[in-house]
């Protein structure tokens, strides 16, 4: 891994905006790396704006607060809109091409759509949308293995929900899959 990754992840609340990014945090932890998140909530909890900050390094990180990220993430058309400009040229922007019907306009940076809500859909739970961005981000960025997420997001999960791992590992493959067979134009 290079030194350090700046990520912004943004949506609406109940998105799994805030899982995401825990996930990538503790995933450095689990990999022997720093992880940081650090969360930004609006008003309401469901429906209302939610973004989290995630920094990945391998040295010691000093703040977790950043002007401008190597990653977005977006759930939403207004995350993409408020967030997409404090992207580095060379950056990547991920967005949710299920709601997101138009591509960033003059993108200078590796910029995707993925239909995350009618993937997760074909899934049987819409609620894993957040897990199948989570594969296109992993395929694209290679930050980390599939066992180091597996085992964090078992460990997220916990007992009660330990049966819903299956399914958070098929959307995390078919996040994956869409990525391989997409066209992409890297900056």
């Known amino acids: 891994m290079n030194s350090a990754s700046n990520i912004k992840v943004a949506g609406f609340g109940g998105q799994g905006v805030m899982m995401f990014g825990q996930i990538l945090a503790y995933s450095a ?79 200078d940076q590796t910029c995707l759509g993925v239909p995350i809500n009618d993937i997760a859909i074909e899934l049987g739970n819409a609620k894993v949308a957040n897990m199948v961005m989570m594969g296109a981000y992993l395929e694209l960025t290679k930050m980390f293995s599939d066992e180091t997420i597996l085992a964090v997001v078992k460990k997220i999960l916990g007992e009660k929900k330990a049966h819903l791992l299956e399914l958070n590992e098929k959307a995390l493959e078919a996040g994956k899959a869409f990525v391989r067979n997409a066209s992409i134009s890297y900056a």
């Open 29 to 107: 932890t689990k990999d022997e790396l720093f992880g940081l998140w650090f969360p930004s909530y609006g008003p309401e909890t469901r429906g209302g704006t939610a973004n989290c900050s995630v920094i990945v390094s391998n040295e010691e990180i000093n703040s977790p607060i950043f002007k401008n990220s190597d990653h977005l993430v977006a759930f939403n058309g207004p995350s993409l809109e408020k967030f997409k400009k404090n992207v580095s040229p060379k950056g990547l922007i991920l967005y949710n091409s299920s709601i997101i019907t138009e591509a960033p306009k003059g993108c």
